[in-house]
């Protein structure tokens, strides 16, 4: 079965700083692992998607996150956190193309000025 | 291209009523999920459509929820009857067709509340 972990479910940045939150994930075949964000009362917008090909991923507004199998980690980071950034992630993992996600917990961030 | 569209965005019933909560995918997809997120904990999956056809329903939680998809457009989920630990966010999510397009687009979710 597959599972993910997100390690703290609040997060506090200063506007500027780094952002990086963390997920843990098991699976039992090679994972398609993906990062989503839901802004205050919007649906959840794809961030970006590891599906094997290049280990480290670059998605939207200036989010990257990579993949390392050894840690079975998928950290998401952005150098400079901006006010718009202020969200809830969450870090998903299925065993295919297609398949149901498994989602870890979520992660609030708020941006502090 | 509209995207994924939820019906209604809260509602609000009395424990024992019957909600029905609407889905509307991306025009031509052919997959559509539902997912719902009770009290702040996960996302969980719920169930997935193939066109008409359930292709899995292993989240479903009980027999007191019943999800269709006639014609393979729109779906519908519906709870009856209602208990309180099923308040939560229920999210839709439609996929393309193709075997290789594997990302799931989100709608903005309809927040039940039983009271």
């Known amino acids: 079965a597959q599972s993910v972990t997100q390690l703290g479910s609040h997060v506090s940045v200063s506007e500027g700083a780094l952002v990086l939150l963390r997920c843990n994930y098991s699976?039992?075949?090679?994972?398609?692992l993906f990062w989503y964000v839901q802004y205050p009362n919007q649906g959840l917008q794809l961030l970006l998607k590891?599906?094997?090909?290049?280990?480290l991923v670059k998605g939207i507004n200036g989010f990257e996150a990579e993949f390392k199998k050894s840690e079975t980690s998928f950290h998401l980071t952005k150098p400079s956190a901006h006010m718009s950034d202020a969200a809830e992630y969450f870090c998903?993992?299925?065993?295919?193309?297609?398949?149901?996600?498994?989602f870890g917990g979520g992660t609030r961030v708020l941006v502090k000025p | 291209e509209a995207g994924v569209t939820q019906f209604p965005s809260h509602s609000v019933i009395e424990k024992g009523q019957t909600v029905t909560l609407r889905c509307d995918p991306i025009?031509?997809?052919?997959?559509l999920y539902w997912y719902r997120r009770v009290m702040g904990k996960e996302i969980k999956f719920l169930l997935h459509?193939?066109?008409?056809?359930?292709?899995?329903e292993s989240g479903m939680p009980n027999n007191r929820f019943l999800a269709e998809r006639t014609g393979g457009t729109y779906s519908t989920l519906k709870v009856q009857p209602a208990e309180l630990e099923d308040s939560g966010v229920y999210f839709c999510?439609?996929?393309?067709?193709?075997?290789?397009?594997?990302?799931?687009?989100f709608g903005p979710g309809t927040r039940l509340t039983v009271l």
């Open positions: 999510a439609s996929r393309g067709v193709r075997a290789s397009t594997d990302t799931q687009y």
């Open positions: 699976s039992s075949v090679p994972p398609y």
């Open positions: 590891y599906t094997s090909a290049a280990t």
């Open positions: 998903a993992v299925s065993e295919a193309a297609g398949n149901k996600l498994t």
């Open positions: 025009s031509g997809h052919d997959n």
């Open positions: 459509f193939v066109k008409e056809s359930k292709q899995d």
